[in-house]
C-alpha cells in the first residue's frame, strides 16, 4: 500500500498550498475556504488553521454538504439527505477556495460548484484539492493541487484523517479488491 503523503507531507503540503493561495489571490481579501464533507472540510480548516497561525489572518471557512447536487447520487430509488449549507458569512463578491481530498471524476467538484451557486454568486471559485489521481468524467481542473498521483480504475486513495478518528494521517493508494468497504 504506497503511502502518498504521511503526517509530515500532509503538513507540508498545507503549508505550500496556502502560500499559492496567497500568490494567486495577492494576499486574503475576500478568501473564504469552503470545504467539501467530510475530507475537503478537514482540508479547509487545516489551511485556515496554518493561514491563522502565520498571518494572524483569520478565514471565514466552512463545510459544504453536496449530497443534493451529486449527479450520481440522487435517483428515483434514493435521495441523499439534504444538509443545511447555512455558513454563517455571505459568499456574495467572494472568492471562495473549494477544497477537497481527492480530485478524480471531477463529479463532486460540479456539484461543490453547484451547491455554491445555490447560496450566493462568489467572484470566483478556485479548487484546491490534496491528490488528483486523473480519471475525469467532466472537464474539471483544480487550481491547486497537493500532489498528482495517476491512479487506475482498480486503485482507490484512502484517505486517514485524525479528525474522522484515525491514528495519524496518511493518504495511501490500495487496490480496488483491497478497499474498506
Known sequence: MPVILDEKGLKRTIVRLFHE?????????????????????IVANRLKEEIRASTGIELPSAGLDI????DDLVSAFYVP????????????????????????????????IEALFRLGRPE???LLVLVDRGGREVPVRA???????????????????TELGAECDELSII?????EK
Not at 487496490?175 to 478497499?179: L, M, S
Open 21 to 41: 493561495i496567497e500568490e494567486k489571490n495577492e494576499g486574503f481579501e475576500k478568501v473564504m475556504l469552503i470545504g467539501v464533507k467530510r475530507g475537503g472540510e
Open 175 to 179: 487496490r480496488r479488491e483491497h478497499a
Open 81 to 112: 439527505d439534504a444538509g443545511v449549507n447555512d455558513f454563517g458569512f455571505d459568499i456574495t463578491g467572494g472568492r471562495v477556495v473549494l477544497c477537497d481530498d481527492v480530485l478524480h471524476t471531477g463529479r463532486s467538484a460540479v456539484a461543490g
Open 143 to 161: 487550481d491547486f493541487v497537493g500532489k498528482n498521483v495517476p491512479t487506475s480504475r482498480s486503485e482507490y486513495v484512502s484517505v486517514h484523517f
Open 67 to 70: 449530497g443534493m447536487t451529486r
Open 124 to 126: 470566483r471559485i478556485q
